[in-house]
């Protein structure tokens, strides 16, 4: 009897462990849709630490965004002094701050080009017409 109780009760905290593993896995996959999807930014993630991102890897977080990869990832993590298994709630201030800060000019510079972009395309005048097959030949027979 004593051996069921106690069996029993080290499958409930198994079962309690999944649900909570699970809750995470889900909560952090949500949070990397947003990421990806621009509504929620890596530097906010670092800098506020939410309980699903507590436990995750910085390099996990980079990478949700679009166009990083494991390079640009560790050439930042790198440059920063910053190993890429580091968790993010284990990040120091200074880390934390650090690379908050470089995350953000990267998001600035990436979104001021865009503006840049869009303003250049409008300036630029319209395209001509097609010249059609016989303006081509009497074009080459003038020459």
Known sequence: MGKSATIDAGQEQHLQALEY??????ARARMKRRVAAGEL???EVILSCPWQAHSMSVSDLLMSQKRWGRARCRRLLVS???PENKQIGTLTERQRL???AVLAAKNASAGNTGAVQTAEAKR???APARATLATRERALTAA
């Not at 593993?21 to 889900?26: F, G, H």
Request: proline share 11%; charged share 10%; no cysteine.
């Open 21 to 26: 593993a699970n809750r995470v896995r889900l």
């Open 41 to 43: 930014s890596a530097a």
């Open 80 to 82: 920063l002094g910053v």
């Open 98 to 100: 650090a690379l908050a």
């Open 124 to 126: 630029v005048p319209p």
